[in-house]
């Protein structure tokens, strides 16, 4: 049960304060406004301590006092004396008398009258404080506090005649004040009219007081914005009925017609305790509104900076709990205000490692140390991780460290790109290693070579160790170092690329080799030589072979006539440039009908796009050649069937030189190709009359898929190819029933589970007697897949669309259709529009929505219909 305490004072504020220590410290608070009315109090509580100023009206608080240790009830509870009036030794050596258990002095730090009061309301305590016999006599008590009345009475005299002289002077005072002041302070009577109005009205308004003086605040309506009349209406009410009104804005109407923005703070005057009027200051805040809207719009332009850069930017405080944080700290991390903002623990988000890195750093900042950004690995919510680095600077508040801002820079690209370069400078490091031409840097200022790939070091026969740091006087013979030290320095004078076509050096294990040299300077930021890259291709075979090229161009003439293929080198400037025998016989032109001939009269139309589009390919560099099966029109007028491969020879620049063309005669082996498909297309067509004939009852069912799993490809944009071997599957996609018994294919009742589940094994059937037999389309998984769905609910394999040929979905929905609008041994047909419906109805969770939308197009608006 909590202790209570009672607190006697006719000062509310001291009430107020006391009643709060005590009460915030887990004790119950009663008060009393006089030592009268605390008695009874104390009498109907019995409390657990007494807590009472000493001048009160009605009753003091040493007649309190005196009469609570008198009574047999109260004489016990430690009562504790706590004025700010009677301070003199002799106050407190009365109080003592009377029995008061401690005499404190006003003002007292709150800790400290609390202890003493703790310190009471123990048990232990209570018995150990010594406490003074009690004042007994009655006349003896008067006689004592009448003369610490009286002597309290002579220095409130004394008081009252210097409070009177500093009255006097206060008074000149606040008539300089009211007269002089920039704010206008004012007074209105119960009657609303002014009584008095200070002349800093002229300044704000432009009126004289004698404006105001006598008037009603009705008859000044005009003076107020329509708002802000009825305001003061109403405050003034409030102010007359004993409230106090502070910081009302109203804006008033200047004499020149401007507005004037003043906030004003009234307060009822009393006289007797009547209210006869109200008394308020006005000031004039025209020019802080501004100043306050200027710094709202500012605070605003701030906060959609904050808010919208795209930098994550937060503050938190010194444990790492965000307290601020902008739009971009929950995109980073992946989620929102809620998230991320108020509360949140930053640390949460970094490694172990790199809490105690922030928390070394937020140390480091809070002793006022520079903290460079700092690289940290981030984890956003959901787990994934990147690394960023973190600028960060100490907020102060009263001179004391109280939160870090900082903004997070995410540098996963530059991680990235730092990785591209690593990558890519591990790459031209390969390259400049592993090129077979000699590689080599000089510093420009010495020309001493400062880097070598192994090329070089095989083709001079020293290793790099030998070479860096070295010049070309340390390994050639002056005129031949001479010359090498001339053309380096042509070319950094120049800052040109120096083209040394043929240059003799002598090397140490090669002997004399021919060299082609370029010599390239690399410029420093200035624009300024730093380096001379120089890169040496030994020619000395090239030149060799050169002449053993020369010598084979003769035998390459011979094999240009061989009557193998037909060869052509053309141009497109020159057109036919040379063509050798076998080419004229397959085109069946001579040589000058030839000429006469541009490639696209003698290309079969059909075809003629698609060569067209790879040779401009070749043209335009994005590829060397090109080759293609592709039919010429024969001089007779007959196609001829061919494979062509075609290669581009280019000038130095680029540019195309011309094309050398290879063509074989392939007519013969398409018609056999012809042949051999017209062939499979009458197996297949066999097969599927065969399993007919096992089911009769499904007989026309694998056409109508066919011909409808031809038309759903069709509209979905397949290839003719995808088409063809559609086609071909659909056709026989029931094979597999070859292996199931008749009756059950026939029974015209339902099905038990088992001969369900015998039916079901016929997709896998047909495919494992097709899967061995080399088709040109997957004909055999297509067959396997016909029953599965997109979402793994069909058979054999559950198989979900992602791992579907496209074919197979198509047939599918080709296959549902087709059997729910045909008759079964045991049902009739259920008609094509429940057909469509049961499609309509599962499109995107057991077919393929594309699928489905092709298939109802064609039956909706295409008016497509099975066949009989």
Same mark, same amino acid.
């Given at each position: 049960?909590?202790?209570?305490?009672?607190?006697?004072?006719?000062?509310?504020?001291?009430?107020?304060?006391?009643?709060?220590?005590?009460?915030?410290?887990?004790?119950?608070?009663?008060?009393?406004?006089?030592?009268?009315?605390?008695?009874?109090?104390?009498?109907?509580?019995?409390?657990?301590?007494?807590?009472?100023?000493?001048?009160?009206?009605?009753?003091?608080?040493?007649?309190?006092?005196?009469?609570?240790?008198?009574?047999?009830?109260?004489?016990?509870?430690?009562?504790?004396?706590?004025?700010?009036?009677?301070?003199?030794?002799?106050?407190?050596?009365?109080?003592?008398?009377?029995?008061?258990?401690?005499?404190?002095?006003?003002?007292?730090?709150?800790?400290?009258?609390?202890?003493?009061?703790?310190?009471?309301?123990?048990?232990?305590?209570?018995?150990?404080?010594?406490?003074?016999?009690?004042?007994?006599?009655?006349?003896?008590?008067?006689?004592?506090?009448?003369?610490?009345?009286?002597?309290?009475?002579?220095?409130?005299?004394?008081?009252?005649?210097?409070?009177?002289?500093?009255?006097?002077?206060?008074?000149?005072?606040?008539?300089?004040?009211?007269?002089?002041?920039?704010?206008?302070?004012?007074?209105?009577?119960?009657?609303?009219?002014?009584?008095?109005?200070?002349?800093?009205?002229?300044?704000?308004?432009?009126?004289?007081?004698?404006?105001?003086?006598?008037?009603?605040?009705?008859?000044?309506?005009?003076?107020?914005?329509?708002?802000?009349?009825?305001?003061?209406?109403?405050?003034?009410? %409030?102010?007359?009925? @004993? +409230?106090? *009104?502070? =910081?009302?804005? &109203? !804006? /008033?109407?200047?004499? $020149? #017609?401007?507005?004037?923005?003043?906030?004003?703070?009234?307060?009822?005057?009393?006289?007797?305790?009547?209210?006869?009027?109200?008394?308020?200051?006005?000031?004039?805040?025209?020019?802080?509104?501004?100043?306050?809207?200027?710094?709202?719009?500012?605070?605003?332009?701030?906060?959609?900076?904050?808010?919208?850069?795209?930098?994550?930017?937060?503050?938190?405080?010194?444990?790492?709990?965000?307290?601020?944080?902008?739009?971009?700290?929950?995109?980073?991390?992946?989620?929102?205000?809620?998230?991320?903002?108020?509360?949140?623990?930053?640390?949460?988000?970094?490694?172990?490692?790199?809490?105690?890195?922030?928390?070394?750093?937020?140390? %480091?900042?809070?002793? @006022? +140390?520079? *903290?460079? =950004?700092?690289? &940290? !690995? /981030?984890?956003?919510? $959901? #787990?994934?991780?990147?690394?960023?680095?973190?600028?960060?600077?100490?907020?102060?508040?009263?001179?004391?460290?109280?939160?870090?801002?900082?903004?997070?820079?995410?540098?996963?690209?530059?991680?990235?790109?730092?990785?591209?370069?690593?990558?890519?400078?591990?790459?031209?490091?390969?390259?400049?290693?592993?090129?077979?031409?000699?590689?080599?840097?000089?510093?420009?200022?010495?020309?001493?070579?400062?880097?070598?790939?192994?090329?070089?070091?095989?083709?001079?026969?020293?290793?790099?160790?030998?070479?860096?740091?070295?010049?070309?006087?340390?390994?050639?013979?002056?005129?031949?170092?001479?010359?090498?030290?001339?053309?380096?320095?042509?070319?950094?004078? @120049?800052?040109?690329?120096?083209?040394?076509?043929?240059?003799?050096?002598?090397?140490?294990?090669?002997?004399?080799?021919?060299?082609?040299?370029?010599?390239?300077?690399?410029?420093?930021?200035?624009?300024?030589?730093?380096?001379?890259?120089?890169?040496?291709?030994?020619?000395?075979?090239?030149?060799?072979?050169?002449?053993?090229?020369?010598?084979?161009?003769?035998?390459?003439?011979?094999?240009?006539?061989?009557?193998?293929?037909?060869?052509?080198?053309?141009?497109?400037?020159?057109?036919?440039?040379?063509?050798?025998?076998?080419?004229?016989?397959?085109?069946?032109?001579?040589?000058?009908?030839?000429?006469?001939?541009?490639?696209?009269?003698?290309?079969?139309?059909?075809?003629?796009?698609?060569?067209?589009?790879?040779?401009?390919?070749?043209?335009?560099?994005?590829?060397?050649?090109?080759?293609?099966?592709?039919?010429?029109?024969?001089?007779?007028?007959?196609?001829?069937?061919?494979?062509?491969?075609?290669?581009?020879?280019?000038?130095?620049?680029?540019?195309?030189?011309?094309?050398?063309?290879?063509?074989?005669?392939?007519?013969?082996?398409?018609?056999?190709?012809?042949?051999?498909?017209?062939?499979?297309?009458?197996?297949?067509?066999?097969?599927?009359?065969?399993?007919?004939?096992?089911?009769?009852?499904?007989?026309?069912?694998?056409?109508?898929?066919?011909?409808?799993?031809?038309?759903?490809?069709?509209?979905?944009?397949?290839?003719?190819?995808?088409?063809?071997?559609?086609?071909?599957?659909?056709?026989?996609?029931?094979?597999?029933?070859?292996?199931?018994?008749?009756?059950?294919?026939?029974?015209?009742?339902?099905?038990?589970?088992?001969?369900?589940?015998?039916?079901?094994?016929?997709?896998?059937?047909?495919?494992?007697?097709?899967?061995?037999?080399?088709?040109?389309?997957?004909?055999?998984?297509?067959?396997?897949?016909?029953?599965?769905?997109?979402?793994?609910?069909?058979?054999?394999?559950?198989?979900?669309?992602?791992?579907?040929?496209?074919?197979?979905?198509?047939?599918?929905?080709?296959?549902?259709?087709?059997?729910?609008?045909?008759?079964?041994?045991?049902?009739?047909?259920?008609?094509?529009?429940?057909?469509?419906?049961?499609?309509?109805?599962?499109?995107?969770?057991?077919?393929?929505?594309?699928?489905?939308?092709?298939?109802?197009?064609?039956?909706?608006?295409?008016?497509?219909?099975?066949?009989?």
């Amino acid at each position: 049960m909590k202790k209570r305490v009672l607190v006697v004072d006719d000062n509310e504020a001291n009430v107020y304060l006391l009643k709060s220590l005590f009460e915030g410290n887990g004790l119950a608070v009663e008060t009393a406004k006089n030592g009268d009315a605390a008695l009874k109090k104390a009498l109907a509580l019995l409390p657990d301590l007494i807590v009472s100023d000493i001048l009160m009206p009605v009753m003091d608080g040493y007649t309190l006092c005196r009469k609570c240790k008198a009574d047999e009830r109260l004489k016990s509870v430690p009562f504790i004396f706590y004025t700010a009036t009677y301070t003199n030794p002799e106050d407190e050596r009365f109080a003592l008398s009377l029995g008061a258990d401690r005499f404190v002095i006003k003002p007292q730090d709150p800790t400290r009258l609390l202890k003493i009061a703790l310190d009471f309301l123990e048990e232990e305590n209570l018995s150990a404080v010594p406490r003074p016999k009690p004042l007994g006599e009655e006349m003896e008590f008067f006689r004592k506090h009448n003369e610490v009345l009286f002597r309290k009475l002579e220095e409130k005299m004394a008081d009252l005649e210097l409070a009177n002289a500093n009255l006097k002077t206060l008074q000149e005072q606040y008539r300089l004040s009211f007269e002089n002041a920039s704010d206008v302070i004012f007074m209105i009577g119960a009657d609303l009219k002014v009584v008095s109005m200070s002349p800093g009205v002229r300044r704000i308004l432009g009126y004289a007081p004698e404006d105001f003086i006598g008037r009603s605040v009705s008859e000044l309506e005009h003076l107020f914005t329509p708002d802000s009349y009825r305001q003061a209406i109403v405050d003034a009410g %409030r102010i007359l009925k @004993g +409230e106090a *009104v502070a =910081g009302a804005i &109203y !804006t /008033f109407l200047a004499a $020149d #017609g401007t507005p004037r923005m003043t906030e004003i703070n009234g307060s009822p005057v009393l006289q007797e305790g009547r209210i006869v009027g109200l008394i308020s200051v006005a000031r004039d805040i025209t020019e802080r509104k501004k100043a306050e809207d200027k710094l709202r719009e500012s605070e605003k332009k701030y906060h959609d900076l904050f808010e919208f850069l795209p930098i994550p930017v937060y503050e938190m405080d010194l444990e790492a709990k965000i307290t601020a944080a902008n739009r971009a700290i929950f995109e980073i991390f992946g989620g929102t205000e809620k998230d991320l903002k108020n509360g949140f623990n930053a640390w949460s988000l970094l490694s172990l490692e790199d809490v105690e890195k922030s928390r070394t750093n937020i140390q %480091r900042l809070v002793r @006022g +140390e520079q *903290v460079e =950004g700092t690289e &940290y !690995t /981030f984890r956003r919510l $959901d #787990g994934s991780t990147f690394p960023a680095i973190v600028v960060s600077n100490v907020i102060t508040q009263d001179g004391r460290p109280t939160r870090i801002r900082g903004a997070i820079i995410d540098i996963t690209e530059r991680r990235q790109a730092e990785e591209t370069v690593r990558r890519m400078n591990a790459f031209l490091d390969s390259i400049i290693e592993n090129i077979p031409d000699m590689i080599f840097l000089k510093d420009a200022r010495d020309l001493r070579f400062v880097r070598f790939n192994r090329a070089g070091e095989e083709l001079l026969g020293y290793s790099r160790e030998e070479l860096l740091g070295r010049n070309d006087h340390d390994f050639f013979p002056k005129d031949q170092a001479d010359l090498f030290t001339e053309k380096d320095r042509e070319g950094l004078r @120049g800052k040109t690329i120096v083209d040394i076509p043929a240059e003799r050096v002598k090397t140490r294990a090669r002997g004399d080799r021919i060299l082609h040299t370029k010599k390239v300077p690399l410029l420093n930021a200035k624009g300024d030589p730093e380096y001379l890259l120089g890169i040496s291709e030994d020619i000395t075979d090239r030149i060799t072979v050169e002449e053993a090229l020369r010598k084979s161009e003769v035998r390459f003439r011979r094999y240009f006539e061989l009557p193998l293929v037909g060869m052509a080198i053309t141009s497109p400037e020159k057109g036919w440039i040379e063509v050798n025998d076998r080419l004229l016989d397959i085109l069946g032109y001579s040589r000058p009908e030839l000429a006469e001939k541009s490639w696209a009269e003698l290309t079969y139309p059909d075809d003629l796009a698609a060569d067209v589009e790879k040779f401009n390919r070749v043209l335009d560099g994005t590829v060397e050649g090109y080759s293609m099966e592709k039919r010429f029109i024969r001089k007779n007028g007959r196609p001829v069937w061919t494979s062509m491969a075609v290669g581009c020879v280019r000038h130095p620049d680029g540019k195309p030189d011309y094309f050398a063309v290879l063509l074989e005669d392939i007519t013969i082996r398409k018609e056999s190709l012809e042949r051999i498909n017209v062939t499979l297309k009458a197996a297949v067509q066999a097969i599927a009359v065969t399993v007919e004939k096992r089911d009769p009852y499904t007989a026309g069912h694998q056409r109508r898929v066919a011909d409808l799993a031809q038309a759903i490809a069709a509209e979905m944009g397949l290839s003719l190819d995808q088409v063809d071997g559609l086609r071909l599957a659909a056709t026989i996609h029931d094979l597999g029933k070859i292996s199931v018994p008749a009756e059950i294919l026939s029974k015209p009742t339902k099905l038990t589970d088992t001969e369900f589940q015998l039916i079901q094994t016929h997709s896998r059937a047909g495919y494992d007697i097709l899967k061995d037999i080399e088709f040109p389309w997957p004909i055999a998984r297509m067959i396997l897949e016909h029953h599965e769905r997109i979402n793994g609910t069909g058979y054999p394999n559950k198989l979900t669309g992602d791992r579907l040929l496209p074919e197979s979905r198509i047939l599918m929905v080709a296959d549902v259709v087709e059997a729910m609008a045909s008759n079964r041994p045991y049902r009739p047909s259920l008609g094509l529009a429940p057909a469509l419906a049961e499609i309509l109805r599962n499109r995107g969770i057991a077919y393929d929505p594309d699928v489905v939308d092709a298939c109802l197009r064609l039956f909706n608006e295409k008016g497509y219909r099975f066949k009989d």
